[in-house]
């Protein structure tokens, strides 16, 4: 969704704009070549940020002489702002951000990230940290069940659960096919025979082991209130709970919120102050076939936008990280 994101971000010459997950550069490359701009990017994968190194010298070659405009920063978007405030920068005209796993760990299987090649079941982003191994190996029954339901909206969870607890009794899980064959044993595909039944749990290891929605939390809360009069927080993401989280956030910085009750202090004689941001449109947008078609990645994409009408800084929390229920 690269046009739709650059048509909403609208950079210009002489802004200051933020990638915080840079992965492959494709954002960057966009941003770069639509204005005349500087651009800082995040990325926790210190092999992204190799992989950047090779746009950056394509962006100094073709300004000549001129001021480098794109830097790499190693770090995790959800501290965006202490990583910016270390290099001076504490206002920006944009931020993008393209939740989830790219496409280079999903396709490397010594990440760890895939059951579509057999490899370690590692999942880490970083590289530091546990692994989903580690979380395996120790996490209790009912931890792992709600692990499971809460990131992976996985229904059979308990069973799920079950079926690890009892085969890492008899032998260490240690890779990514042997995780999935032990799923798929207890879980039947789904209806449609397109989601892979170890889909759900592998998205909640990867979510647990990254402590993604937190870093969702946290990155978008800091994105707003870095953001400049007018600047704009584009968001994409990939599937409900990241996209709940999103929704929620910027309603709520919009003021989109139910009217208060008349019982409420807020209300009738209270004075509830202006917004000061608003939605870049009320829905979220998808790709289109043609996008759906040449990536099948990315027909799970959601497009929201938000922009900032004042300089306050005051901002909504950020919702709580897990949805409600318990573990089926």
């Not at 210190?46 to 405009?69: F, K, S, Y």
């Not at 794109?70 to 944009?94: K, P, T």
């Amino acid at each position: 969704m690269l046009p739709e994101v650059i048509g909403m971000l609208r950079p210009r010459d002489g802004g200051v704009y933020l990638d915080g997950t840079f992965g492959g550069g494709g954002y960057a490359r966009g941003i770069l070549a639509a204005a005349h701009c500087t651009l800082w990017a995040i990325d926790r994968d210190p092999q992204a940020i190799e992989r950047g190194a090779a746009i950056m010298h394509e962006v100094a070659l073709h300004d000549g002489d001129r001021a480098a405009r794109l830097h790499l920063i190693e770090g995790s978007f959800g501290s965006m702002m202490a990583l910016l405030a270390e290099c001076r920068v504490h206002q920006l005209d944009g931020v993008v951000l393209d939740l989830g796993v790219s496409s280079f760990q999903l396709d490397d299987p010594g990440r760890g990230f895939s059951f579509r090649a057999d490899g370690p079941l590692d999942m880490r982003m970083s590289r530091h940290g546990e692994t989903a191994a580690d979380l395996i190996r120790t996490l209790p029954e009912a931890d792992l069940a709600d692990t499971l339901y809460a990131l992976g909206e996985e229904r059979l969870s308990r069973r799920v659960a079950r079926a690890i607890v009892t085969a890492r009794a008899e032998a260490p899980i240690e890779t990514t096919l042997q995780l999935a064959a032990i799923i798929r044993a207890v879980v039947p595909p789904d209806r449609s025979g397109r989601l892979d039944p170890a889909t759900r749990s592998f998205q909640a290891l990867r979510l647990r082991v990254n402590d993604e929605l937190g870093e969702i939390q946290r990155g978008l809360a800091q994105a707003a209130e870095l953001l400049a009069p007018g600047g704009r927080l584009v968001v994409v993401a990939f599937h409900s709970l990241e996209d709940r989280i999103v929704k929620r956030f910027m309603i709520e910085a919009a003021g989109r919120l139910p009217l208060p009750s008349r019982h409420d202090p807020r209300g009738l004689g209270g004075h509830l102050a202006p917004p000061r941001y608003r939605l870049l449109a009320n829905r979220a947008a998808r790709p289109g076939e043609q996008e759906e078609g040449r990536n099948p990645r990315a027909r799970s994409a959601r497009l929201r936008g938000l922009e900032r009408l004042d300089s306050a800084s005051t901002i909504p929390s950020a919702p709580p990280t897990l949805p409600a229920g318990s573990p089926a």
